[in-house]
T-cell receptor, first 111, second 112 residues
């Protein structure tokens, strides 16, 4: 099992540009989570899906953020337009009731 | 409201000593707890978990203790090694939800 796979590992973009982060969960896991990690706020849950359906998006900062899960093996987190305060490490995780497994993260820098 | 906090932001121990990392949680409805280890540049790595119907669980060199009376969780690492140096997070899940709420983390440094 390759674990949770995220891409890209690093992303540097200019303010105002669209950014898309990608995640492939572990096969068979029916929950998928997007987290954001910063020094100031720690690990924050942005949104999570169950069987490809968004269940709780209360952590999404604002309308500039959107997430989709078109099928069981793929999810995207999009920021449009991006702002410098969006700079953080974004993690995707998947689970099947217990044992949440995290990907290696995408380090996003918005300049 | 929901919150998970850690008593100590940093902990420094000597190699071979036992380490204890503490965590306080405030949501009495939480039914599942996990400890994660995060090394620099990596994602959180699962260490050990415990359900609320237990008060102790042991793994390889690690033990998690849960005291629901005072809403306290601890991670004990036996014979701490330099490779244990990392940031440790506790996380709680409220019953009926899949949301995992993380604490701020404790940085463990193991001195050789």
């Amino acid at each position: 099992d390759a674990g949770v796979i995220q891409s890209p590992r690093h992303e540097v973009t200019e303010m105002g540009q669209e950014v898309t982060l990608r995640c492939k969960p572990i096969s068979g896991h029916d929950y998928l989570f997007w987290y954001r990690q910063t020094m100031m706020r720690g690990l924050e849950l942005l949104i999570y899906f169950n069987n490809n359906v968004p269940i709780d998006d209360s952590g999404m900062p604002e309308d500039r953020f959107s997430a989709k899960m078109p099928n069981a093996s793929f999810s995207t987190l999009k920021i449009q337009p991006s702002e410098p305060r969006d700079s953080a490490v974004y993690f995707c995780a998947s689970s099947s009731n217990y044992g949440y497994t995290f990907g290696s993260g995408t380090r996003l820098t918005v300049v | 409201g929901e919150s998970v906090g850690l008593h100590l932001p940093t902990l420094s121990v000597q190699e071979g000593d036992n380490s204890i990392i503490n965590c306080a949680y405030s949501n009495s409805a939480s039914d599942y707890f996990i400890w994660y280890k995060q090394e620099s540049g990596k994602g959180p790595q699962f260490i050990i978990d415990i359900r609320s119907n237990m008060d102790k669980r042991q793994g390889q060199r690690v033990t998690v203790l849960l005291n629901k009376t005072v809403k306290h969780l601890s991670l004990q690492i036996a014979a701490t090694q330099p490779g244990d140096s990392a940031v440790y997070f506790c996380a709680e899940r409220k019953g009926g939800s899949e949301k995992l709420v993380f604490g701020k983390g404790t940085k463990l440094t193991v001195n050789p």
